[in-house]
């Protein structure tokens, strides 16, 4: 009679023995979707906050926020998404709350003060970068104190900030032409000239910087474009923001003349060019 119960036994021992590892195995399954899902999930988040239409990102963050409030992450998306698409008071509410996690960092506390530079708030930024720790030394950091500086025409400190963010960056084209602008509205114009060349040289793609050593030289009644790369449509460009350049100080007849040759070398239509020397002929 024994063999019976212990046959029937080991049957129950095998079957729970079996379920354990049936179950073992699901867990590892769904264990490995969950990592893959994660994985997915972090490439289309990368996706959303670089190439993707800045308004779908937005909907995909928000989305992704309500189902997980407490994923920094998610909410650090949802910020730069809603920057990225201009929506800039919405922006900084949502850097507000990021910085208010508890995960936050100083990376974190420095995009809130860019987003509240673009709103116009300057005093906030300023406060929110005299809470970031001297220590967090950032290209980013230094060139919104940068502009924090020049904003309040505390020129030594910006300058001393502008040199430090160039230094620790690989594509310093951008803060070389800011830097360069702040020199232009202070009337240092070869300085400003300097910096918008040696910006061009790092990007030559860089449109403003072209613009900005234009008015640099025209600020010094030098009429002359440089010897900078240029395609046929920005020599026009050029050509008039340097015509309107030389009407604003007084020297009339050789703004017609500009303005002239950039209607002349516009491969297209130019009607901005078209309207400024018809009104001056006009009056």
Not at 11 to 28: D, R, V
Not at 89 to 106: F, I, Y
Not at 228 to 246: C, G, K, N, V, Y
Request: charged share 25%.
């Amino acid at each position: 009679m024994r063999h019976p119960i212990l046959f029937a036994v080991c049957i129950a021992g095998a079957a729970a023995i079996s379920g354990c590892a049936e179950k073992s195995a699901n867990e590892t399954v769904e264990r490995a979707f969950k990592d893959v899902n994660a994985i997915d999930g972090a490439n289309l988040s990368d996706v959303m906050l670089t190439v993707a239409d800045p308004n779908e990102a937005v909907t995909f963050f928000q989305r992704s926020a309500a189902q997980d409030p407490t994923r920094i992450d998610h909410q650090r998306g949802l910020a730069s998404s809603l920057i990225r698409a201009k929506r800039v008071t919405e922006g900084v509410l949502e850097w507000r709350k990021v910085v208010a996690m508890p995960e936050a960092t100083s990376d974190d506390s420095v995009e809130l003060a860019d987003a509240l530079i673009r709103s116009g708030d300057w005093a906030g930024a300023e406060k929110v970068l005299h809470s970031v720790p001297p220590t967090h030394e950032t290209f980013k950091r230094y060139r919104l104190e940068a502009i924090v500086a020049d904003s309040k025409q505390e020129w030594k400190k910006a300058d001393s900030f502008y040199e430090i963010s160039v230094g620790l960056t690989a594509t310093p084209a951008s803060v070389m032409n800011n830097w360069g602008y702040s020199k232009l509205t202070r009337g240092a114009y070869p300085e400003a000239e300097r910096l918008f060349a040696d910006a061009i040289r790092q990007d030559p793609t860089l449109f403003t910087a072209k613009n900005n050593l234009v008015l640099a030289r025209a600020a010094q009644r030098d009429y002359t474009l440089p010897i900078i790369p240029m395609d046929q449509t920005e020599r026009a460009q050029l050509l008039h923001t340097m015509a309107l350049s030389a009407i604003k100080k007084g020297d009339v007849e050789t703004g017609k003349g500009l303005l002239r040759e950039a209607i002349s070398t516009h491969p297209q239509h130019f009607e901005a060019a078209v309207r400024s020397l018809r009104a001056l002929e006009e009056s």
